[in-house]
């Protein structure tokens, strides 16, 4: 495929996107202690990967550096959205790959469940853990909510938590619904924590069944 490039939104003059994926700066004259102007070499950009595993740019106007995921510009230069659908999902699985033909707008939900092995994995590993558990067990796992979070969300430790989980008086388990609810609401309005979690159980599900 020939390498095409568009100006990135909001940046037009000064940086532009390719359809493979690559960033570049635009030749143009750079002012210097405040007078002199110095002609700037086109380059490309180079990119970094997240913590969440996505690629992203430093892009600088007017003195500010924002970053950018690369994924959402070139998506945003090459892929028509006339749904106006927020997240992108990436094909192939790899959060590396931004080719355009690697890239699609959609749904959360879409994203979320995206890929076969993603599937087939969660529905292995919740009939695992059903297993012989608790009715909190049970309830944490219809959300994306780990004991470790619920207990930092209740300021309690880990032995605590499960004291309370296995009481058979269940003195504190009205607290522990309503905190699970809670973070869970927290979780759905988080964007970079779903991907963070999405992209550790991707890895989980081809640990269990291998990259296909």
Known sequence: M???WRPIKGYEG???????????????YSVKFGHQKELVDEKPISLHKSSAGYMVVHLSKDG???????????AQAFIPNPQGLPFINHKDEDPTNNHVDNLEWCT???NVNYGTAHKRARATLKLNRTKGKTEIDKVLLKTH????????????SRTTLRNWILDP??????????????????????????????????????RIFGKK
Not at 145 to 156: D, E, N, P
């Open 145 to 156: 909510i780990t004991k470790t979070a619920l207990a930092k969300g209740l300021q309690v």
């Open 108 to 110: 959360q939900k879409y």
């Open 64 to 74: 500010e550096r924002k970053s950018k995921s690369v994924h959402r510009l070139v």
């Open 2 to 4: 020939t390498e095409i």
């Open 169 to 206: 008086k269940k003195k504190h388990y009205k607290e522990m619904l309503a905190k699970i609810k809670e973070l869970e609401a927290e979780w759905q309005k988080d964007e970079e924590k779903q991907i963070k979690d999405l992209i550790e159980f991707r890895k989980e599900a081809k």
């Open 14 to 28: 000064l940086y532009e996107v390719s359809n493979k994926g690559r960033v570049k700066s635009l030749e143009r």
